[in-house]
């Protein structure tokens, strides 16, 4: 039966040099370009942890950063060079909080990791992990290991695990974990060049776990041997995960879900009762990690700038004072401010379009320039200026912070409607313009609560519609 699926070319669980670079390169259906050679390293982690400022560190290139969980649908790659000038292939994957997807950036994640014979499967997975938020962001590092891919732990955001007053002991947690652990800061690049030796480092040796995080085996050993088998795969977590999640593992053809199906009908494979025990013993796990390598530190930063901010940015009055102020103020600057732009734009248009047809003969083709393209694209071009002015706005807004403080304030209101606490700024810029303000709602993580609000959008009455 095995023939007939085709089996994972993974590694050996105990094979020495290197053994997922061998793959790589001996792979058949690999394409045979150059980049398709060179070693992957991926960025994975929660939302939110720094992995896309850190590809743009690694990589150099420019990419968009923003506060919101699930910027990063996209799956973005470029190149860098390791510390020997050896070049690597890295990957910014979207955020992910665990293995078992709940939404489709997660599940792009798991396709990826739970397919040796993807062209984007790691050689080395950078796991990047809020420091201020160990505990859940070691869970998809525990399962990562479980999986036998070899990692290194980029330990980041340490400034804000300090501000909360929390000290995060790198030394301590490799010890804990027996991985490289890399202290880094993903916004200012420090720890960059130790980070891109660690990777080196474990790209040329590899890493293995002696003994999983959570053993599979013991909680379904029949079927995790036989779906083993049957598709030749080296590691029982993974096993677990065909079990869990056939389904939604799109490089699995109908035939070879239909065989885990019956695997699990006949063990009688129980799903939600094993993975709420497996996250439970994972956090064990986690929880006496963090607790010996994560300590409080009595500071008195506490009573810093930003505390006292929030004391006013998240007052029950005051806050909502603030936050209106704010509103009305890009209210005031997409429908009043923007409107000269605009009409600039508009006379701009206006008198070439006059002059090209003071300068040309009457004609059928004049008229289609003047009033079908130039008028046509000035009808697009002129909200330019407003979809400008809300942008710089929102990014203002995200980068200082605030946003999430309006989140935190609003998510309660809005939920009452199925909106999303990021929902009030479009809406409300919705009543100068819904172009830009249906532009705005890429913010909103969560594609449900964003597709809510863009139909919701439309039905503020804004400024064109009034008439
Ligand atoms: P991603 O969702 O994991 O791709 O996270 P991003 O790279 O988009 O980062 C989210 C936010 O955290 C951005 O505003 C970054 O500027 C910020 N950030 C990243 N690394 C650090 C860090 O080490 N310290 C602090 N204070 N902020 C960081
Ligand atoms: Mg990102």
């Keep these: 039966m095995s023939e007939l699926l085709t089996p994972t070319d993974r590694p050996p669980e105990h094979s020495d040099d290197d053994p997922v670079r061998v793959r790589r390169i001996t792979t058949a259906r690999q394409p045979t370009s150059a980049a398709a050679l060179l070693p992957t390293v991926a960025l994975i982690g929660n939302p939110n942890s720094g992995k896309s400022s850190l590809f743009n560190q690694l ?14 649908v996209d799956k973005k790659v470029g190149f860098c060079s390791l510390t020997d000038g050896l070049q690597a292939k890295v990957l910014d994957l979207p955020g992910t909080y665990s293995l078992y997807p709940k939404s489709l950036d997660e599940r792009i994640v798991l396709d990826i990791l739970a397919n040796a014979q993807s062209p984007d499967y790691p050689n080395v997975a950078v796991v990047v992990a809020d420091a201020s938020n160990l505990k ?7 399962e990562l290991r479980d999986l036998n891919i070899p990692v290194v732990l980029a330990l980041n955001m340490l400034d804000v695990a300090q501000q909360a007053g929390l000290m995060v002991h790198t030394e301590q947690l490799r010890r804990e974990l027996s991985i490289p652990v890399v202290a880094i800061n993903a916004r200012n690049g420090e720890g960059l060049l130790r980070l891109k030796q660690a990777i080196q480092q474990v790209l040329s040796s590899g890493n293995q776990a002696d003994s999983p995080y959570f053993d599979s085996h013991a909680y379904a050993p029949g079927l995790i041997d036989e779906i083993k088998e049957a598709f030749s795969l080296p ?19 109908v035939l070879q879900r239909k065989i885990i199906q019956d695997l699990c009908e006949k063990h009688r494979f129980e799903n939600p009762v094993l993975q709420a025990r497996e996250t439970i013993a994972r956090y064990e796990i986690i929880g006496r990690v963090v607790a010996q390598s994560v300590t409080l530190s009595d500071h008195d930063e506490r009573e810093s700038f930003s505390h006292r901010l929030d004391g006013i940015l998240l007052h029950r009055v005051g806050g909502y004072a603030v936050f209106f102020g704010i509103l009305f103020l890009i209210f005031q600057a997409v429908f009043a401010w923007a409107s000269y732009p605009m009409d600039w734009i508009d006379a701009g248009i206006a008198s070439l379009n006059a002059f090209i047809k ?7 083709l004049v008229d289609l320039l003047t009033d079908g393209l130039i008028a046509g694209m000035g009808g697009v071009v002129i909200f330019i200026p ?34 999303n606490g990021k929902s009030v700024v479009p809406l409300i810029s919705g009543a100068a313009c819904a172009v830009p303000a249906i532009m705005a709602t890429r913010n909103i993580g969560s594609s449900k609560d964003r597709l809510i609000t863009i139909f919701v959008t439309p039905l503020m009455s804004c400024s064109a519609r009034s008439p």
């Design 386 to 419: 407003q979809i400008a002015v809300l942008f710089a706005f929102i990014s203002v807004l995200e980068e200082s912070g605030y946003m999430s403080r309006v989140v935190f304030m609003m998510d309660k209101l809005m939920r009452k409607f199925g909106l």
């Design 136 to 142: 859940r962001n070691l869970l998809l590092f525990t």
């Design 59 to 72: 990589t150099g290139l420019r990419q968009k950063t923003g506060n919101f969980p699930g910027v990063t």
């Design 358 to 364: 003071d300068h040309l003969p009457e004609s059928p």
């Design 235 to 253: 590691n029982d977590y993974l096993a677990l995960h065909y079990a869990h999640q056939y389904a939604k593992l799109s490089f699995l053809n």
